[in-house]
């Protein structure tokens, strides 16, 4: 009896065992079936990054490299074999971007927001081209134990960027100097205007006044149309006046751009009726004529703006200097610009007062809100170096 129970331990034992072994074997099965696919997913994940015309790499926490595709290795002019005998991460950059990727990497690992890093990358031979590098922490089993990422050469890139800069630089340089050109023009006409055609005039009335004194109180008829033309030539004096000044204020040259505002401002009403409040810095400040010429310019565009589209009733003008800077405001109580029309390309007024400023540093904000007004703020630094920005 104790015999047959052993046989039937003994045959349950091999039982189990022969399932054990099967499961095992199942087991193994599952395992290379999953090793397969894995294999096939890496082999297709490398043919698509092969495919890629970016460097595809993945590295360890000392820069070893453990893969790179083949557009990265031709990119930086290394070979396989190269990379067999080991190429540091840091051999991809020049020696003084070096302490920056260190310190990227580092805050990279220690939980930073992903972010791309543009840097001055070096070739095998020592040829350098700029890069943008995206890059990702490996991690394993909670840990990290590496970096994996995108390289983009953003060499053609970087050649645009430097083109479009100089082309807006010369377009810049080139409307300042059509503007300081407009402004001569400006001038030498307005000093033609006052003093060829003003002299004309001048004499013209002269002769009447001689004409006149020299007819009878009998000769109505003459003495009328004397009269007549007397009153025509003072108009037109007045106008001839009124051009030469609209042209070039003198009084920018001769009292400064303060008196300059001031008088605009009472033409201003005279021909629109729309009433100009000032306050006006009265303080003594040595502004540049190009400088002082480009505020004013601004101030008498703005106007004209006003009365062409605002609807205003009112303006309110503010002017003020310090040591540094200057600064104008002027308010209106109109309809208000829009955020649209602010931005439209089409607006090449308002492209235009900032232009004016842009040589010396200086800016011209633009903001409206419906149907309270429009508010044009210029600020413009008082020394005397160019600080023309992008």
């Not at 037109?236 to 008196?259: C, F, H, M, N, Y």
């Not at 842009?358 to 633009?366: A, C, E, L, T």
Request: charged content about 30%; aromatic content about 6%; overall charge neutral.
């Amino acid at each position: 009896m104790e015999q047959t129970a052993e046989i039937k331990k003994l045959k349950n034992d091999i039982r189990h065992l022969k399932n054990r072994i099967a499961e095992l074997v199942r087991a193994e099965e599952e395992l290379k079936r999953a090793e397969h696919e894995l294999i096939k997913k890496e082999k297709k994940f490398r043919d698509l990054v092969e495919l890629l015309p970016q460097t595809v790499y993945e590295m360890d926490l000392q820069g070893n490299f453990k893969f790179t595709n083949n557009y990265g290795i031709k990119s930086f002019g290394y070979t396989q074999e190269d990379l067999n005998k080991g190429v540091n991460f840091l051999q991809l950059f020049i020696p003084e971007e070096r302490e920056r990727v260190k310190n990227n990497i580092q805050s990279l690992l220690n939980g930073a927001k992903l972010t791309s890093n543009e840097y001055t990358s070096q070739r095998k031979d020592g040829s350098t081209f700029q890069t943008l590098f995206y890059s990702s922490p490996i991690i394993q089993n909670g840990k990290h134990v590496g970096l994996r990422g995108v390289v983009i050469d953003i060499t053609d890139r970087k050649k645009a960027e430097r083109e479009l800069k100089n082309s807006r630089d010369q377009l810049r340089a080139l409307a300042t100097h059509l503007q300081s050109i407009r402004e001569e023009e400006r001038l030498i006409m307005a000093r033609e205007i006052h003093d060829e055609l003003g002299q004309v005039l001048t004499a013209l009335k002269m002769d009447l006044i001689w004409m006149q004194k020299r007819l009878s109180p009998e000769q109505t008829e003459q003495l009328s149309k004397i009269s007549s033309m007397s009153e025509l030539v003072d108009m037109t004096i007045k106008t001839v006046r009124r051009i030469s000044t609209e042209l070039r204020p003198g009084l920018i040259d001769d009292l400064g751009l303060p008196a300059a505002i001031e008088w605009y401002c009472g033409e201003f009403k005279n021909r629109t009726g729309i009433i100009c409040d000032l306050d006006l810095d009265e303080k003594e400040h040595q502004l540049e004529p190009d400088r002082a010429i480009a505020v004013f310019r601004i101030f008498q565009e703005s106007l004209t703006n006003v009365a062409r589209h605002a609807k205003a009733t009112k303006i309110y003008a503010h002017l003020k200097c310090n040591d540094h800077t200057l600064t104008m405001e002027i308010k209106d109580n109109g309809i208000g610009i829009t955020r649209e029309q602010i931005n439209s390309h089409k607006s090449l007024g308002i492209v235009g007062l900032r232009e004016r400023v842009n040589p010396w540093g200086g800016k011209v904000i633009i903001s409206g809100v419906q149907n309270i007004g429009t508010t044009v703020k210029v600020t413009l630094p008082i020394q005397a170096e160019n600080m023309s920005n992008d």
